[in-house]
């Protein structure tokens, strides 16, 4: 199993970004797909999940401001981030579950990415 997260960069506060994460070593067309991200000096955090029908949830949060999607023709799942704060600077990851499912607790994921980098400042 390989995620390879991407899109990362700096952006000021109201800007937008669109996070990929390119998987590869599993069925992902069946996978459920979860980003997390970890601010300096804090622990980890669960953002959001998108099952393999599509439904996706959020943290809190995140509602209304990111977006979740997945192309499995390209084994690729998103993460569009509007609106973006100063608070979300943080690096973001993507992650799997063995078990295909979402779960919000971090230390069941199986599978982690390597990261990208989110700085939201002006």
């Known amino acids: 199993v390989q995620l390879v997260e991407s899109g990362g960069g700096l952006v000021q506060p109201g800007g937008s970004l669109r996070l990929s994460c390119a998987a590869s070593?599993?069925?992902?067309?069946?996978?459920?797909m979860s980003w997390a991200r970890q601010a300096p000096g804090k622990g980890l955090e669960w953002v959001s999940g998108?099952?393999?029908?599509?439904?996706?949830y959020y943290a809190d949060s995140m509602k209304g401001r990111f977006t979740i999607s997945r192309d499995n023709a390209k084994n690729t799942v998103y993460l569009q981030m509007n609106s973006l704060k100063p608070e979300d600077t943080a690096v973001y990851y993507c992650?799997?579950?063995?078990?295909?499912?979402?779960?919000?607790?971090?230390?069941?994921?199986?599978?982690w990415g390597q990261g990208t980098q989110v700085t939201v400042s002006s």
């Open positions: 998108i099952y393999s029908d599509g439904s996706t």
């Open positions: 992650a799997m579950r063995q078990s295909d499912t979402i779960t919000t607790n971090l230390g069941e994921y199986d599978y």
């Open positions: 070593g599993f069925t992902f067309s069946s996978s459920a």
